[in-house]
């Protein structure tokens, strides 16, 4: 087993990436030859050129050759480096999750990319970073999973309906985000094919806008339908990405896997896990549907990755699929809650955009008559996420509060335009704070900011609760905490 091994060959193609700073030199060098001598300057230091490009991928192979990695009882060693060679040995109990990335462009190829995150890690990166030959990432894999594994646990399966895997897909798409992928994949698709394709998908959009406006002002139907194309493009994405979603509980890990193009696998160790996010906007809270997220050091860390535990159930099975896959984790009903007078806490910053948004577009439309259509339809369009944030902070009102079982807090707030219940271990709650406004003395009321960290600090918002019920609720007087 402890036997060195090398990565997938088509390392060294990823490792010329790092070395192509080094190109600078051979156009340095044609642009000051092509200014002295013209073309015969240049060809006369070709040479150098070429010496540059087998330098860099001489280093490129260097680099692959010279990184290895074991397989030990202990857990994963690694070394790496050209001029200053490292040596890392993470040990397979400080592993939070180990993820499988299998591209469809590399599948061909038998390549798997690996990935391993520690609590040492950085927030931006994973501890180690291999592309890997499919049966030797397997193998890694497969050993961590018999690590986790317990002789007498029985492993339990979770695999949602398709219509959940759409709920959950449409509760992710974001249209600004698709907006941009959008305009930047045609952008480098006119560079790349010329400039003709690119005007004529543009042009063609904009003559679908001009026929599908229904009487609304060209611009502001081509920005609605680009909202609705962005939308749509990143609803088919987070769709592909987290089709075929199943979820193995044994008896120390988690086995998440999902993708049709890329598959991706992760193994989540179940200690660390920070805290389950259970997850509602107006519409899946009208629908009766909820999504499940864990937070866990690796898990939904980059931008592709399956971030989910439950893309989304009904409520009278949400307690059974968490009972199965995570029964460490209790749900608790709330111990401390707002008060009735505290609704103006919850609804001052969410009220005046609903009121301010619409008396600018009609001054603004007055002022500038001939754009009045366009501003009083952009003016309606914003004051749709205004009133949206107001009814999610009039749910966070009836909802919000704290509640402990045992050594597990529950948390329910609001947190843009979602509604969290959040069941978080005590021992993952990295700073308690209870904050105080001049006008919350008076009464003994307070806010409950609970600080964890998963990849980044997050911040769970409780507001204005009891303050001695906090306290009690969250075992503060332990912690020599006096009211």
């Known amino acids: 087993m402890n036997q060195a091994h090398r990565a997938h060959p088509i390392m060294v193609l990823e490792h010329l990436s790092r070395f192509l700073y080094l190109l600078l030199l051979p156009l340095l060098r044609g642009v000051a030859a092509g200014l002295r001598n013209g073309l015969a300057g240049w060809l006369a230091g070709a040479w150098f050129d070429l010496l540059v490009l087998l330098l860099i991928v001489g280093l490129a192979v260097a680099r692959w050759l010279l990184l290895t990695y ?5 857990g994963l060693f690694v070394q790496a480096g050209i001029f200053w060679r490292s040596r890392t040995l993470i040990p397979a109990a400080r592993v939070d ?6 591209p469809f462009w590399l599948r061909p190829l038998g390549a798997v990319r690996l990935r391993v995150d520690t609590k040492a890690g950085g927030f931006d990166q994973a501890d180690i970073r291999l592309t890997l030959r499919r049966r030797d990432a397997e193998e890694l894999f497969a050993d961590r999973e018999e690590g986790l594994s317990g002789e007498s646990y029985l492993p339990r399966e979770y695999t949602p309906r398709g219509i959940y895997i759409a709920a959950l897909s449409a509760i992710l798409s974001n249209s600004l985000a698709g907006v ?8 480098q698709t006119g560079t790349l094919l010329g400039e003709e394709l690119e005007n004529r998908i543009y042009g063609t959009f904009e003559t679908f806008t001009r026929m599908m406006a229904f009487g609304l002002p060209p611009a502001a139907a081509a920005i609605a339908y680009l909202l609705l194309f962005g939308w749509l493009f990143t609803f088919v994405r987070n769709l592909i990405r987290h089709k075929n979603f199943r979820v193995r509980r044994s008896a120390g890990a988690l086995n998440i896997s999902g993708g049709i193009f890329t598959l991706r696998r992760y193994s989540v160790a179940v200690e660390a896990i920070n805290y389950v996010d259970i997850r509602q906007s107006v519409l899946t809270k009208l629908l009766g549907l909820y999504s499940v997220f864990i937070h866990a050091v690796g898990y939904g860390k980059m931008e592709d990755d399956v971030s989910a535990l439950i893309p989304a159930t009904a409520a009278r099975d949400l307690m059974r699929h968490l009972s199965l896959l995570l029964p460490e984790f209790k749900l608790t009903s709330r111990q401390a809650k707002p008060n009735p007078g505290a609704i103006f806490r919850f609804l001052n910053d969410a009220f005046w955009p609903c009121v301010l948004l619409p008396a600018a577009a009609i001054i603004l439309g007055r002022v500038f008559p001939t754009w009045a259509d366009f501003i009083h339809w952009v003016g309606f369009m914003s004051c749709l996420p205004a009133f949206l944030f107001l009814i999610v902070r009039i749910l966070d009102f009836t909802s919000s509060g704290i509640g402990r079982h045992n050594d597990i807090y529950t948390l329910r707030y609001s947190s843009g335009f979602y509604l969290h219940t959040v069941m978080m271990p005590r021992e993952k709650a990295a700073n308690i704070t209870l904050r105080q406004s001049v006008f919350q003395k ?3 009321k307070c806010d409950v900011l609970i600080y964890s960290i998963s ?3 997050r911040r769970h918002h409780i507001r204005n609760i009891d303050k001695d019920m906090a306290i009690q609720v969250l075992g503060l007087e332990l912690m020599g905490e006096k009211a």
């Open 442 to 444: 008076m009464d003994n």
């Open 455 to 457: 990849e980044k600090r």
């Open 70 to 74: 074991e397989r030990r009882p202990e």
């Open 97 to 102: 999750t180990m993820a499988l990335t299998y």
């Open 180 to 187: 941009i992928f959008f305009s930047t994949f045609i952008s």
